[in-house]
């Protein structure tokens, strides 16, 4: 039986969501973010990234959201129900697969990390500070075009 090890808001719904898909069965074991938001120490336990989500499959212990992806739809998509035979097809699926981790997420935690810098828990004397750099990001021709980007 395969265990998601679930942390709350985090991108281990990648893996259900296509556990769902897969109608794969699949048990999941929860873990609460410590009050820092990062992920308690029990997850190392299971892999040592420490981070949410890892899959155990008997033995085997998968991380990495895209891993985890590719394991699922190698091992339990025998029918190939999502897994396309045509060449261009599989390698626009590889493709949104590594951009959304490789790509797309860097900017949205930035968004995520800058829309916090004017607010607790940044201690009140550097929110003011925070809150200008963050507004300076979302001008247009500002600062650098990563931070446009993540807007
Ligand atoms: N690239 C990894 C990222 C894993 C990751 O950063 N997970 C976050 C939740 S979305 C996490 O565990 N955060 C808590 C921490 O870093 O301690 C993946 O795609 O699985």
């Known amino acids: 039986m ?5 942390l709350e808001q985090s991108r281990s719904h ?3 969501w296509l556990l769902e898909e897969l109608e794969v069965p699949y048990q999941i074991k929860r873990y609460q973010r410590e009050a820092s938001m ?9 892999h040592p990234l420490g981070k949410s989500p890892v899959i155990t499959d008997g ?3 998968v991380a990495e959201s895209g891993a985890i992806l590719s394991y699922l739809e190698g091992k339990y998509d025998s029918e190939q129900r999502l897994t396309s035979l045509d060449e261009q097809a599989r390698l626009q699926a590889n493709y949104w697969l590594h951009y959304a981790e ?8 930035m968004k995520l990390v800058f829309g916090r810098l004017g607010k607790a828990p940044v201690p009140w004397l ?7 750099w963050a507004r300076a990001c979302r001008r ?10 993540a807007r």
């Open 126 to 132: 550097l929110r003011p500070a925070g809150r200008r």
């Open 2 to 6: 395969i265990t998601v090890h679930h």
């Open 38 to 46: 990062l992920a308690p120490e029990a997850l190392k336990k299971v």
């Open 14 to 16: 990648r893996v259900l």
């Open 140 to 149: 247009p021709g500002s600062i650098s075009s990563w931070c446009r980007i």
């Open 59 to 61: 033995n085997q212990v």
């Open 102 to 109: 490789g790509s797309l997420m860097p900017l949205l935690v």
